[in-house]
């Protein structure tokens, strides 16, 4: 994701969504893994990358 959204400037970017697998982890499958990680780690991470610097810009938010 490198554009950015005609939402206008975001000045708080609150990332508390996610899922969890219902099984031991040596019966979950390594394709159920990667969209757990996905999920979990890799998408509020580029959300925070598009945002934070318009938002370090306004003086808002945290690097």
Do not use: C
Not at 16 to 36: C, E, F, M, S, W
Not at 54 to 61: D, H, R
Request: proline content about 6%; glycine content about 6%.
């Amino acid at each position: 994701m490198s554009e950015r959204l005609p939402v206008g400037d975001v000045r708080l970017l609150v990332s508390n969504a996610g899922v969890g697998a219902n099984a031991r982890l040596v019966d979950t499958a390594p394709a159920d893994i990667d969209q757990l990680l996905m999920l979990n780690v890799v998408a509020p991470a580029r959300l925070a990358h598009v945002d934070l610097p318009v938002m370090l810009a306004a003086n808002e938010g945290r690097s």
